[in-house]
């Protein structure tokens, strides 16, 4: 089991920037990727970004350059680092941990961008 703790979200105007965190209650390690996803009203929740134990990233084409992943294993989190953002980046963000086969999410950060 992973309990997935998600903070950092808020209004932001367009062009604006925050800090994601994810604090998992297991060594980040031990999983075989973190990432987050993100669900606007409407629509189908979408990968933003991913992490592997491994270190490798990629990213969704709608952000790459302007988000940034990260992690911090001495305190078990991950971070979305989100710059630039725009209206349609409006959405609740997730994070997700992957052991094997096995999904955990947290309960998701609300990020509002007003144009």
């Known amino acids: 089991q992973v309990q997935l703790v998600e903070s950092g979200g808020g209004l932001v105007q367009a062009g604006g920037s925050l800090r994601l965190s994810c604090a998992a209650s297991?060594?980040?390690?031990?999983?075989?990727?973190m990432g987050w996803y993100r669900q606007a009203p409407g629509k189908q929740r979408e990968l933003v970004a991913r992490?592997?134990?491994?270190?490798?990233?990629n990213y969704a084409d709608s952000v790459k350059g302007r988000f940034t992943i990260s992690r911090d294993s001495a305190v078990n989190t991950v971070y979305l680092q989100v710059n630039s953002l725009k209206p349609e980046d409006t959405a609740v963000y997730y994070c997700?941990?992957?052991?094997?086969?096995?999904?955990?999410w947290g309960q998701g950060t609300q990020v509002t961008v007003s144009s």
């Open positions: 997700n941990a992957l052991q094997i086969s096995q999904d955990y």
């Open positions: 297991r060594s980040i390690f031990s999983l075989s990727a």
């Open positions: 992490i592997t134990s491994g270190g490798s990233r």
